[in-house]
């Protein structure tokens, strides 16, 4: 089973920023503490992060025209792009919101996700394991519609 886990703008540097959010894993250990849980649960992850909206919109559109199912964490984009929310909804796999922290617990700007509504689910809160929860949940859902 192929995943498309994309990772937004300035997760790449987790090494930087604050780790009582964030926590302590640097980007490439995320990389590999993800890529391992992916294994665990049969899956072959392709995992790549971009700051760039457009970047992002096209490995989106790639999701779409393979039927690759995708976990995405959209980052700052979460809150505000509606292109990436209109590139997501061309995905007719099932595509899972993640996020590291719970957006919900901290500023205004971050309660809105316009990626959500074209969301299977969204899974917040529980750092690196969002991405195993994700993980988990995907498998169920292939599972339970092959
Ligand atoms: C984030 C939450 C977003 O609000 C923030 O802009 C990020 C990371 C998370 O994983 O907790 O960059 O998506």
Request: charged fraction near 20%; avoid cysteine; hydrophobic fraction near 45%.
């Amino acid at each position: 089973m192929k995943v498309s886990i994309i990772n937004g703008p300035n997760l790449s540097r987790l090494d930087i920023r604050d780790s009582s959010i964030y926590g302590d894993l640097d980007y490439a250990e995320l990389v590999s503490f993800v890529q391992a849980a992916a294994t665990t649960h049969g899956f072959a992850a392709h995992i790549r992060q971009s700051d760039s909206e457009s970047e992002i919109i096209s490995w989106l559109h790639e999701a779409a025209d393979e039927s690759v199912p995708v976990i995405i964490n959209p980052a700052a984009f979460t809150h505000y792009s509606y292109a990436i929310r209109d590139a997501a909804e061309l995905v007719k796999a099932p595509l899972i919101e993640v996020h590291l922290s719970n957006p919900l617990s901290r500023e205004e700007f971050r309660h809105t996700s316009v990626i959500s509504g074209v969301a299977n689910g969204t899974i917040a809160g529980f750092g690196p394991n969002s991405y195993v929860l994700a993980l988990i949940a995907l498998k169920a859902l292939i599972e339970s519609t092959t």
